[in-house]
């Protein structure tokens, strides 16, 4: 479940508004003010152990209206804010369980567990790949949450192959046609492919459906797997 891009509009309390601004909010009704950054909230479900549970996860995705050089602003992706997307997730599970205090348990259990252990690593024919220190049920819902947090389009996946489809544009396509038709004019599906090593070992890799295997696409890989890394 995702939602569109929600403004933020706090209560900003009369003192701080300054005589005219005050002024201007008794005269004219309905008058608020909206914080330049716009939030969009994702939840997903994952069924887990033969599907008799679920996990869910709760990602932020910020924007913010910053100027450019020509008096002008733009909506520009902010950085991902873990202290925001904690608190979120506390007050869901409240509003979930009813008990502030175990969520709050549950939160901190889960921080004490520590990193995931992940590194990229050059892969075969070019591409790279990623090395996780977890079994395969693990790590796949590690990636899943991090494609989920780096706002990636999943296409499809299928739990039992355990592989994503995703869809997205390579930084070396990026430019005016980008500009002027969107990112997805120039989008290119991928596949996500995760396998076992051994029972505490995963690798993950890029693959090109189109079979073309560019440089830029190879390059891209790296790229693409870097952000990930970067998630954890």
Request: glycine share 4%; no cysteine; charged share 30%.
């Amino acid at each position: 479940m995702e939602t569109n891009y929600l403004e933020n509009k706090p209560e900003v309390p009369e003192k701080n508004l300054g005589i005219f601004r005050s002024f201007f909010a008794k005269t004219v009704k309905g008058v608020n003010y909206t914080l330049p950054r716009l939030d969009k909230y994702k939840i997903r479900v994952e069924p887990i152990e033969n599907t008799q549970k679920s996990e869910v996860f709760l990602s932020i995705h910020s924007v913010d209206e910053v100027e450019t050089s020509y008096d002008q602003t733009l909506w520009q992706i902010s950085d991902r804010d873990i202290t925001l997307e904690t608190e979120m997730l506390y007050k869901f599970m409240s509003f979930l369980d009813g008990d502030a205090s175990s969520a709050r348990e549950k939160i901190l259990n889960a921080k004490d567990k520590g990193r995931v252990l992940v590194s990229l690593e050059d892969g075969i024919n070019g591409y790279a790949k990623l090395k996780f220190k977890l079994n395969l049920s693990d790590t796949w819902n590690n990636l899943s949450w991090a494609l989920t947090n780096l706002n990636i389009q999943i296409e499809d996946k299928d739990s039992k192959e355990k592989t994503f489809y995703i869809a997205i544009a390579r930084n070396s396509d990026k430019g005016i046609f980008s500009k002027l038709f969107g990112e997805k004019a120039i989008e290119n599906s991928y596949q996500i492919q995760v396998k076992n090593i051994d029972s505490e070992i995963t690798e993950v890799y890029f693959n090109d459906i189109s079979e073309k295997n560019e440089p830029e696409t190879k390059e891209f890989s790296y790229e693409f797997f870097k952000g990930i890394v970067n998630q954890f």
